[in-house]
């Protein structure tokens, strides 16, 4: 079964708030993605629980 799990993170740029999609079947992900507000590009670190239940986001930016 497919699913994505929605998680709210803040923008390390700007603070504003965004919903993202995580997909639990990929238990490490890191990516860049450009924020919905300020349009700057924000790095992701996801981790997911084994269980595929809990998300952990870390958000960066890019010139860290
Ligand atoms: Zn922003």
């Known amino acids: ?19 993202i999609l995580i997909d639990p079947s990929v238990l490490q992900q890191s990516y860049i993605e450009d924020c919905q507000v300020c349009c700057r590009p924000i790095e992701f670190q996801v981790e ?15 010139n860290d």
């Open 48 to 62: 997911v629980s084994v269980d595929g239940e809990d998300v952990s986001v870390m958000t960066m930016t890019d």
């Open 1 to 19: 079964m497919l699913r994505q799990i929605e998680t709210t993170i803040y923008c390390p740029y700007c603070g504003e708030p965004q919903t």
